[in-house]
């Protein structure tokens, strides 16, 4: 029988995207219209502005990965689409085009966990997720850690009481003008600098939930007593605290566990600091460090294709409705 592939489509925060990818994680086509720009006067995604965009740009895309792809609708096995968690507005966007394609050409919709979609990231290009799994989640919406047996056996072990690492970073750019979207701002201008402000490390050694709000409203006080500061040293120390708590709660959980593999996933996975202070934590507790190349770590379509191969070998098959909420564990 003739390889089929999924149709993937994404549009949960601000990008467009659509792939197509075949059930060992080979890519045919990924494509992101990315709404940057449109946000960055902003300072963060402005909703209303992006359901628009993504109405204008959700056939485009898909169009371009299919013809990138090069298959035809008889090649697709489904069409796989983010269900959430993300913007009510923005997710509806992508789950109409969705069921509108798979109303026209007869052909099963799958609504995808976007969560699910960023852990099987780190299997795109070739499979790099070995269970037990510890997984580190960190995005711009989220910071979840959790344990990776199977599919069907996800378990969370913590998550953000407040912000999620990638909103500290973007507001912590923004503090420091460094504009929208701020993670790889931060990250670049961290280098320059020297970690010499002692930030709090919030809810260090204390189980493994995360909270960032304090850290940065911590730099922003310190921002606005000592505007004349160097800002290179400020996002040192920022990024230094940001990392220690998050390499921290990642040597408890692999303490706790012992698995084979720790996964980091998500926007802020493309961190070089945090990747390189993980490394050295995974070497340390003799783990395999599993991490996507920087391109899959941000918000993509080939992702939530890639997910959706689990649903289908599960026969699951959820709801076609957005979700502004939805926990790893679920699908
Ligand atoms: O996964 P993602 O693309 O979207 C969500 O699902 O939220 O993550 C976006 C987040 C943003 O907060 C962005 O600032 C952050 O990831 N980010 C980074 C880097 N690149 C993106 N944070 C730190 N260092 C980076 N190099
Ligand atoms: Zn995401």
Known sequence: MAEKFILGVESSCD?????????????????????????????????DVASRAHIMAIVPTIRAALSQAGVTKEQLAAIAVTRGPGLIGSLLVGLNAAAGLGAA?????????HLRGHL??????????????????????????????????ITLLGSTKDDS??????????TLGLGYPGGPAIDRMALEGRPRIRFPRPLLNEGLDFSFSGLKTAV???????????????????????????TGKCRAALHAHRPECLVVVGGVAASKQLRAALAVLCDEAGVTLSLPPLMWSTDNAAMIALAAWDYVRLGIYPKLQPEVRLPITEF
């Open 15 to 47: 990008d467009t995207a659509a792939a197509v990818v075949a059930e060992d994680g080979r890519i045919l086509s990924s494509v992101v219209a990315s709404q940057n720009a449109l946000h960055a006067p902003y300072g963060g995604v402005y909703p």
């Open 220 to 246: 922003a006080r310190h921002v606005s007593l000592h505007p004349e500061e160097n800002k290179a040293d400020i996002a040192a120390s920022f990024v230094a605290a940001c990392i220690d708590v998050l």
């Open 105 to 113: 050409w007869e052909m099963k919709v799958i609504g995808v966990n």
């Open 165 to 174: 690492a990638g909103e500290a970073y973007d507001k912590v750019a923004r």
């Open 120 to 153: 099987r990231s780190a299997d795109l290009d070739e499979a790099r997720i070995k269970p037990p799994a510890i997984v580190l989640l960190v995005s711009g919406g989220h910071s979840i850690l959790a344990r990776y047996d199977a599919a069907d056996r």
